[in-house]
């Protein structure tokens, strides 16, 4: 059947380290992608997009990939801070359904903890 | 600071009970929208409205009814809820919904979770 999921549950690494989330999905028509980022207490929040014209896009200490061949996002976060501790989504938009964000599809969500 | 607000933070309500979540919206969007957060499950999509009009319903039983006043202001009605409906209920935003455009920003409100006893 078609998700969008990510690998771990849970991901821990130290503070100033690199950290990078992963998620697969398995819908072929997906064509837009997008992290969010939600912090205990809060609701989520849009962190960067990638449209399946590319490979590889790049924000603010963090970098996005996609992988359409073996249908893998990730998102690497650089120097890893305290303020990352979150919950973080990737959300799948098919592309028969337009890029609006009603077409979205949520995975489950990865929380990143930072040892101090 | 967001620019989207929900009331109340926090609500408990027995199964017989009648209550409505509140959300209003501060950025000029045109579509508003109702997700139910579970523990360990992905965001589920309920409700979606654009421009005033309901364009979305996820299959979402009658118990909950939704209400959209005008393009800033969202209400979820709430009435015979059972204990599995216990959840964070998240309200947001965008621009617009649908049309084909990449835009899948959404803005969300801090959410009202709710416990039903």
């Known amino acids: 059947g078609e998700s969008v999921g990510l690998h771990l549950p849970t991901l821990s690494v130290q503070e100033g380290d690199n950290s990078i989330i992963n998620c697969a999905y398995s819908?072929?028509?997906?064509?837009?992608f997008i992290w969010y980022k939600q912090e205990s207490g809060k609701g989520p929040q849009f962190i960067i997009d990638?449209?399946?014209?590319?490979d590889k896009r790049q924000g603010q200490r963090v970098t996005v990939l996609l992988n359409k061949t073996v249908k893998h996002l990730s998102l690497q976060i650089a120097a890893t801070q305290p303020g990352d501790s979150a919950v973080y989504f990737c959300?799948?938009?098919?592309?028969?359904?337009?890029?609006?964000?009603?077409?979205?599809?949520f995975g489950k969500g990865t929380h990143l903890i930072i040892q101090p | 600071e967001t620019g989207v607000t929900q009331t109340p933070r926090h609500l408990v309500m027995g199964m017989t009970n009648k209550k409505s979540l509140k959300c209003e919206q501060h950025?000029?969007?045109?579509?508003m929208y109702w997700y139910k957060q579970s523990a360990k499950k992905p965001l589920e999509l309920m409700f979606v409205?654009?421009?005033?009009?309901?364009?979305e319903n996820n299959s979402v039983p009658s118990r909950f009814s939704p209400e959209c006043p005008n393009s800033s202001h969202l209400f979820l009605h709430l009435h015979t809820l059972q204990p599995e409906d216990s959840a964070l209920y998240l309200c947001?935003?965008?621009?617009?919904?649908?049309?084909?455009?990449?835009?899948?920003?959404?803005?969300f409100g801090e959410g009202s979770r709710l416990t039903v006893l």
């Open positions: 990638i449209r399946s014209n590319m």
């Open positions: 947001a935003s965008s621009q617009e919904a649908g049309g084909w455009t990449y835009d899948g920003e959404l803005f």
């Open positions: 819908n072929s028509a997906s064509d837009y």
């Open positions: 950025l000029g969007h045109n579509a």
């Open positions: 959300a799948e938009n098919p592309r028969y359904s337009g890029g609006g964000a009603d077409g979205l599809t």
């Open positions: 409205y654009n421009f005033k009009e309901q364009t």
